[in-house]
């Protein structure tokens, strides 16, 4: 009787202890498991995030009241889905809908604003995604004894927001990624009271409007967004002052390579890869001259280097010089048309671009004191929390 009713103690103690040792190990394996998949859904958040902000960068903001700014932000929440669905966690893959993904600005708070009906550029530069594997979809999480805690599934999310990062103060070469601006200077008047300057005829709408930009290259007609022809004098009678371009010297590149082969880093290697505004004066000294003589070696290479990029409807980085000695500020666009005259001057028409420059060094703290920040034509694309 004594040895029975030992056993039954064992008995009962080892199935409890083996109750236990389940629940342990069900602890820990949910807890890999679920964890696993926060990790693989914040991978899928942070992609789809960096997707559509990046599709945000679009030359619609550019055009006068961004008449098809919904295009934009529709383009942008299809791409976070789109690359939701490229990654799985679990198993599964990530399926978004519209209703995950929001679009707006951050208030002083750090809030995000969702954009209204008719958003601008500095309405719009702030992605937040949703990455999901929740119940109420059909997508909950199995776990491991979850039946016997009538839990059989939980849900799990993760979220991503991304920015367009516009305070753009200057760029850093990499050693295997040169910096793609073309050393073509031109004039910058921040008051916009000289009719050849940046600032009055495209900042102030002032430009003709002769192209429109498409896949194709451009085409006759009006698009919305302005154009500017830079007048670049030559040798050898030319001077800087007689038009509204200049060629620069940037670091020690040859500037009639770097057209198209962009500022490298082993042309900037005095001054740390980069190119940089002073942080004092937000101005960064330049060497500035006229462009080569006509029909020269020099001249030829400049002028069939500015016809690929034409050809090939690139956006590139020009920098503008204000009083033909120190870049002021950085702008994108794209070669629209190149006119050769007799004796000069080279006139390149110009049409303002948005780009991403993940090369781009930015400063948010110089918003109130550099020119042209935050800029409506440059964006670096980065994570935000």
Request: hydrophobic fraction near 45%; charged fraction near 15%; aromatic fraction near 6%.
């Amino acid at each position: 009787m004594i040895s029975s009713q030992r056993d039954g103690y064992v008995s009962i103690y080892a199935l409890f202890s083996l109750s236990s040792l389940l629940a342990a190990l069900a602890l820990a394996v949910n807890a890999g498991w679920l964890g696993t998949g926060r990790v693989e859904l914040q991978s899928a958040a942070d992609a789809a995030a960096l997707a559509a902000a990046s599709n945000l960068i679009n030359d619609e903001w550019l055009r006068l009241g961004s008449p098809d700014a919904d295009s934009v932000l529709t383009a942008a929440r299809n791409a976070s889905i789109e690359y939701a669905g490229r990654n799985r966690a679990l198993g599964r893959v990530v399926v978004q809908t519209t209703d995950d993904v929001y679009i707006g600005a951050y208030d002083a708070n750090g809030v995000i604003v969702p954009v209204d009906d008719s958003p601008t550029l500095d309405e719009a530069d702030v992605t937040s995604v949703l990455a999901t594997r929740y119940r109420s979809r059909g997508e909950g999480v199995p776990i491991l004894l979850g039946p016997l805690v009538l839990i059989p599934e939980v849900d799990l999310q993760a979220v991503a927001q991304a920015r367009l990062d516009r305070d753009v103060i200057g760029f850093r070469a990499l050693d295997n990624q040169s910096i793609p601006m073309v050393p073509l200077g031109i004039l910058s008047d921040p008051t916009a009271f000289n009719v050849l300057s940046w600032e009055y005829l495209i900042v102030n709408r002032n430009g003709t409007d002769s192209f429109s930009f498409s896949p194709g290259g451009f085409v006759t007609g009006s698009d919305g967004i302005q154009e500017i022809d830079i007048s670049l004098p030559l040798s050898p009678t030319g001077v800087v002052t007689d038009g509204n371009g200049t060629l620069l010297q940037l670091g020690a590149g040859n500037p009639y390579a770097q057209v198209t082969a962009g500022v490298s880093a082993g042309d900037l290697l005095e001054t740390n890869k980069r190119l940089l505004l002073d942080p004092a004066t937000n101005l960064l000294p330049v060497t500035a001259s006229v462009g080569p003589a006509p029909s020269s070696t020099n001249y030829n290479t400049l002028v069939e280097n500015l016809n690929t990029l034409r050809l090939a409807g690139s956006v590139r980085i020009f920098p503008l010089v204000q009083n033909n000695s120190h870049i002021n500020a950085f702008v994108a666009a794209r070669i629209v048309q190149i006119t050769e005259n007799t004796g000069g001057p080279l006139v390149v028409r110009l049409q303002p671009a948005m780009m991403a420059a993940p090369l781009a060094i930015t400063d948010s703290a110089r918003r109130d004191s550099a020119h042209l920040l935050p800029s409506p034509y440059l964006a670096k694309v980065r994570l935000a929390r």
